[in-house]
């Protein structure tokens, strides 16, 4: 079976195809973090025509990488939601058309799904169960993992996600959005003993996170500095901030896989790209004898392979879940407990 999946829930546009026999065919994504730079942030409207201008280019590009034509595929995956809701209506509006006039059924994904499951695409996969961190712009979560749609939520954010958490930190030293790349960047050059920033909720008995401390932590050690900040002071806050993000995002995947005895972490959203996360997850999990596993670092921030992949899961686990009429609906807010594989 042949899946294509679309993804448009916030600001990358990403079109796949997927066969359930041969893997990944071919994949195209567009970005759009450069037309939103200026405004610190994803503007909502500029997201959705920008969808409209990249979406029939990318699937055209994404048919010719797996020269293959529309009529081939077999199902259609879109992102219904969480997210933008005038970005989830492009890419779903773009489905629903498609399907209709090929004659080939939707199926409706949970963006989040989609990252749970993008580890999967790995040339040497998790099995089920594994507890999974789920660290992107939108959400952070600790989950339990036994199946598709089989989903147990461990643990949340009680405010900011970490993505907000590195984009904000980032925006108070300057630095270009989104912040979380670059603020991981500017920290490698600074010293980790001058700044000790706070570590939020790291000995709470629960597996809940709270980050609107820390970015606050970062704001007044901004404030305490002569102005403008010199380069080597930005670069030591930059890695208070990081080792302070690190240590509690490392400690509460150690605390849910002890509470779960179970002995893989999965790590999935634009935060799982993060090198010094990667390195402290690397060192945490080989001492506890566990195994940890990231997507392909392209498909951890937004992309339509997940998308086609989890379509695609879901279609294996239950042929009926394709819907054959072309109504739809977006889900902007739309929780992942209750998630089943029907
Ligand atoms: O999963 P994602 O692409 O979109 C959402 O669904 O939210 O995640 C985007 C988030 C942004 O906050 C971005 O700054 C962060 O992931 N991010 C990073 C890195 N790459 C992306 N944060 C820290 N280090 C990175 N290398
Ligand atoms: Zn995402």
């Keep these: 079976m042949i899946v294509l999946g679309i993804e448009s829930s916030c600001d990358e546009t990403g079109i796949a195809l997927y066969d359930t026999e041969k ?21 909502p409207e500029l997201a959705s025509r920008d969808h409209i201008r ?3 280019p990318l699937l055209r590009n994404a048919f010719e990488k797996a020269a293959l034509k529309p009529a081939d595929i077999d199902a259609i995956a879109h992102t219904q939601g969480p997210g933008l809701a005038g970005a989830l209506l492009v890419g ?25 499951l993008s580890p999967l695409l790995a040339k040497q996969p998790p099995t089920f169960p594994f507890v999974a961190l789920l ?5 952070t979560q600790l989950m339990k993992v036994s199946g598709v749609g089989q989903y147990e ?29 670059e603020i991981s960047k500017l920290a490698e050059q600074g010293n ?38 010199d380069g080597n002071i930005r670069a030591d806050i930059a890695r208070g ?23 893989q972490l999965v790590v999935a959203g634009g935060v799982g790209a993060n090198k010094q996360l990667r390195a402290a997850l690397d060192k945490m999990t080989s001492k506890r004898r566990c195994r940890v596993f990231y997507p392909e670092i392209e498909f ?43």
């Excluded at 489905?95 to 990252?115: M, N, R, T």
């Excluded at 996600?161 to 030293?173: P, R, V, Y």
């Excluded at 901030?241 to 002995?263: G, M, N, P, S, Y």
């Design 23 to 43: 893997g990944l065919l071919s994949h195209a994504l567009y970005s759009q973090i450069a037309l939103h730079a200026e405004y610190g942030g994803v503007v």
């Design 54 to 56: 990249r979406i029939v």
């Design 92 to 116: 779903s509006s773009v489905a629903a058309g498609l399907g209709f006039a090929l004659g080939k059924p939707l199926i409706s994904v949970h963006h989040l799904e989609g990252h749970l």
């Design 135 to 139: 660290v992107s712009g939108g959400h």
């Design 153 to 181: 939520l461990l643990g949340e954010t009680l405010d900011d996600t970490a993505g907000e958490a590195f984009d904000k930190s980032a925006k108070l030293l300057g630095l270009p959005y989104p912040g979380g790349p």
């Design 192 to 229: 980790p003993d001058v700044f000790q920033l706070p570590r939020p909720m790291l000995h709470s008995k629960d597996l809940n996170f709270s980050f609107s401390g820390l970015k606050t932590a970062v704001l007044t050690t901004v404030n305490k500095q002569v102005q403008p900040m």
């Design 241 to 263: 901030f990081v080792d302070a993000i690190v240590e509690v995002l490392t400690a509460k995947c150690a605390k849910a896989l002890r509470q779960t005895r179970l002995r």
């Design 300 to 342: 951890c921030t937004d992309n339509g392979a997940m998308i086609a992949f989890a379509g695609a899961m879901r279609l294996k686990a239950n042929p009926d879940c394709a819907n054959p009429a072309y109504g739809f609906t977006v889900r902007p807010r739309w929780p992942m407990e209750g998630l089943t594989a029907a």
